[in-house]
């Protein structure tokens, strides 16, 4: 969604590609293409979503991803009428106002170019009006837990460059989720291991699903600053209290889930990061023990990033990488390993091609910035902000593994 400006950049010289279909074809459209504790999301609305995501530049897999969304779209007008709640003609009205407006439109604007891609006003109807009764269904569930102490404050004002920093102890489960298959058992899997409420149930699951290499003993990490961590999940964190668990948080193939075992301030100011270098390096091989050997190997001989070009030598380019992004840039699974490294330390945790290659991830440094004053009731509408859209995944991803859902 955060992407969807850019969908200005050309937009108007687009044109709508779907020609009208035959009586036979249109019949096929509208038949079940997935169906959600039986109630149906169409052919129809599948090639919609994909042509909306499309046009609002969204990454990655549009027909998965749009998959997706429209069965978690389903699941969340079902707990809409589930508590009574719903959105009138008025509010979906004003809903497209206010998401044309981001994108400085009018609604008739906004909805002329979905017209000229071959996006219906329903779609764009159904996708706001899921949004809005999805919104107070999370109010009227979570409001008397959201909750934000002064305490909670103090630690993020000191996290944000102001007396001091913070530092956690964390246990993490990993779970692969890089097919649909596996991904469907991940989220129901996840939605369990959140009910989770003391350290040892959270071990106990980590050694018997979790795939990163902390599951062995238990999911636990050693003590991290918080300013490390990427910074969507820093929020989630922070908000935790020794022995919670978080919501799953959707990496690139897997979803993670966190306990919080302890958390501590220190007296050392935690810079802010403006930039991240990090190095990779593939290794290919089909057999996982001896990719990791070899990965262990190259460790032995290399002390720095700019070692890995002397290694990189007469190879193929793509072999190595090395690139400088800001946090926010990075993707999450890669972030979440650097996380956890000192500069010229190596995770061999990640792969890529389905296994088939070992990511050498190195971490070659931190860029810090000066950090910016922030008042209290900022930080509190942030953390309120945050401590909703936590509950609201977990929710949603016990809805999910409670749903009885059919792909077609």
Known sequence: MRLFLLFLIGTLGLTGLVAAPSAAIAQSRFDAAITVNDRAITRYELDQRILLNKL????????EIS?????????KL???KA?????????ITKGMEEFAGRANLKREQFLQILAQNGIAEATFRDFVRAGLIWREVVRARFTPRVQITDEEIDRALAQSGGTGGIRVLLSEIILPADTPERAAAAQAQAARITKITSFAGFAQAARQYSAAPTGAKGGRLNW??????????????LALRPG???????LPNAIAIFQMRAIEETSTTADKISAVEFARFYIKG????????????????????DDLYGVAKGLPKERLSIDTMAPGDIPGDIALELARLDNNEVSTALSTDGGRTRVFLMLCGRTPELGQNVTRDQVRSSLVNK???SYANAYLAELRADAVITVK
């Not at 600053?225 to 964190?237: V, Y």
């Not at 919670?244 to 959707?250: D, H, I, R």
């Open 67 to 75: 998959r997706e969304q429209l069965i978690d779209d389903r699941l």
């Open 83 to 91: 508590a009574g709640i719903s959105a009138t003609d008025e509010q």
């Open 244 to 250: 919670e668990v978080s919501a799953p948080v959707t």
């Open 56 to 63: 609002l530049q969204t990454p990655g897999d549009l027909a």
């Open 387 to 389: 401590r909703f859209e």
């Open 78 to 80: 079902e707990a809409g």
């Open 286 to 305: 089909d057999n996982a023990a001896a990719t990791l050997a070899e990965a262990k190997a190259l460790r032995a001989r290399v002390d720095t990033c």
């Open 224 to 237: 991290l600053p918080l300013g490390n961590l990427p910074a969507p999940i820093r929020p989630l964190i």
